[in-house]
């Protein structure tokens, strides 16, 4: 069945990073099998992103900016062994796109990086960012920082990228393991997601326009 091929083609073995799990017991664990819930419910997906009555927008974008974060990490570890320095010397979504890699450490000018060094680098900086209490908050009653949603629209932006380098350079390969309906619905799901909290600026979809 198609739940077993997907169990094969994700396996833990290929996780890019190690998943970052909620808590149980915690308010953001409740709103993550909430959120999980109405997915697996076969709701339409413009449903599914909507924020729940009476919960916080910070909570909800925290929950749905962790998940995705696992599972286009795992997207792209399982495509990896496809995405080499010899077949991907450039980040890149096809001849118009390049995307640099800059940070506030290593990297403080736009850099030029092959794919597989620019994903090693965006996975080990979000999972920095979302590993670290004072941005993305755990506790009850530590309020988020007032520049959390600048921080998230970051993550996403950059997020985004893979499915770019993915689907442009790679989607052959998805086909080929089966996994496309997989990779389709989350990243539906993660379109309908930003749009629904305008957390991308809409001229970086454009190389995914035509999706």
């Not at 729940?52 to 995705?68: K, L, Q, R, T, Y």
Request: proline share 5%; with cysteine.
């Amino acid at each position: 069945t198609m739940a077993l091929c997907l169990k094969q083609v994700f396996n833990k073995d290929k996780t890019f990073r190690p998943r970052k799990k909620f808590e149980p017991g915690t308010q953001r664990f409740e709103l993550y099998k909430k959120a999980q819930a109405s997915l697996k419910s076969g709701l339409d997906l413009k449903a599914v992103v909507q924020l729940p009555p009476g919960e916080s927008i910070n909570d909800w974008i925290a929950v749905h900016v962790v998940d995705f974060f696992n599972r286009i990490n795992l997207i792209y570890g399982t495509m990896s062994e496809f995405c080499t320095e010899r077949s991907c010397p450039i980040m890149s979504g096809g001849l118009r796109y390049e995307y640099r890699w800059q940070d506030d450490c290593k990297y403080k000018k736009p850099t030029k990086l092959s794919a597989p060094q620019y994903m090693c680098m965006l996975m080990d900086w979000i999972e920095m960012l979302i590993n670290n209490e004072d941005i993305f908050p755990t506790r009850i009653g530590v309020p988020f920082p007032k520049q959390f949603q600048q921080v998230c629209t970051k993550i996403l932006t950059r997020l985004f990228r893979v499915f770019v380098h993915v689907y442009i350079h790679h989607f052959d390969s998805i086909i080929n393991m089966g996994a496309e309906a997989h990779v389709n619905t989350c990243y539906k799901h993660f379109y309908y997601f930003i749009r629904e909290f305008s957390l991308i600026d809409h001229r970086e979809l454009e190389p995914l326009v035509r999706m």
